[in-house]
């Protein structure tokens, strides 16, 4: 089972930043890593992910060229760095981990994983 702790969000105005970490800890597997995210009303979605073993990340459309998803081994921790944001991205974000059968190798989710943090929340205003 795979231990998986938020921190870093908080209230920005647009166009400021915000970096997220999420601290694993656990002798649950966790090749495929991801953030994600959930507006009120609105259905969780993918923000960014990894595969450990990948050279390549992925990253919604919308989070392209802002957010950028990074893999701290030694620290165990998947950071999600935030740039140049926007009302539309408040949401809770939620960090997940799974095994390597839960994503491509290029880090996109493809399987509901089994391993979620309790979110931090991101508001913009």
């Known amino acids: 089972h795979v231990q998986l702790v938020e921190s870093g969000g908080g209230s920005v105005q647009a166009g400021g930043s915000l970096r997220l970490s999420c601290v694993a800890s656990g002798s649950g597997n966790r090749h495929c890593m991801a953030w994600f995210r959930q507006a009120p009303g609105k259905e969780r979605e993918a923000v960014a992910g990894?595969?450990?073993?990948?050279?390549?990340?992925y990253y919604a459309d919308f989070a392209k060229g802002r957010f950028t998803v990074s893999l701290d081994n030694n620290k165990n921790t998947l950071y999600l760095q935030m740039d140049i944001l926007k009302p539309e991205d408040t949401a809770t974000y939620y960090c997940?981990?799974?095994?390597?059968?839960?994503?491509?190798?290029?880090?996109?989710?493809?399987?509901?994983?089994?391993?979620w943090g309790q979110g931090t929340q991101v508001t913009v205003s």
């Open positions: 997940a981990a799974d095994g390597p059968t839960f994503c491509t190798w290029s880090g996109i989710p493809r399987l509901p994983y089994n391993n």
């Open positions: 990894i595969f450990t073993g990948g050279a390549t990340k």
